[in-house]
């Protein structure tokens, strides 16, 4: 029997949808985690300076001048509405996060720490629901259907880390009405 609802966190959530969208984009396994890695921490980044918890650092005029030639310099990927900034390496193509490579290895791990036993029920749910809609289709509905079925938490900086219900049956609801007009 599937589990039904897992107690967790948002950011492992998101991590997890964002390699299964990357992965049905086209990206390889190891990119795919490095992508889902990064669109997560760039959400919790965002948010965080949202709720006052983390603060913009100010950088001086030399610092604004490099990371404007950098810029110039970094290649993009966009998954889930999200650019994320990405470097070639002899392993394939990384998301980078403060200037390095993610490690698909340490994504995979965390991964499997956040989820538990529940990694092969939530992963075989989003796989489903990211295999009923066309690549192109999928790119634009992503996001959205994150909002759908991520945990609910607390508004504001109580709801920062906290743990919510990720129910199962929800994500599957979102693949049915588009599956069933495809097999019509």
Known sequence: ??????????APV???WAVIVAERLGYDADEALTLGKAVAGLNAQSK???LGIYEEPEATSAEKARDERQADQ???????????????????LRAVSKGKPI???????YLTQKFGEHLADVQAAMAALAQAYPPTQLATKAYPFYEQFRPEIPEGQKGWGA???????AIRALAEPESQTKKK
Not at 74 to 92: A, F, Y
Not at 103 to 109: E, F, G, K, T
Request: charged share 25%.
């Open 1 to 10: 029997m599937t589990q039904k609802k897992v107690k967790i966190n948002r």
């Open 14 to 16: 998101l991590t997890l």
């Open 48 to 50: 965080g300076r949202r």
């Open 74 to 92: 970094v290649e993009q990927v966009t998954l889930l509405s999200r650019p994320v900034p990405v470097t070639h390496t002899e392993h394939g």
């Open 103 to 109: 490690s698909p290895a340490s994504v995979q791990r």
């Open 163 to 169: 743990a919510g219900e990720l129910d199962l049956e």
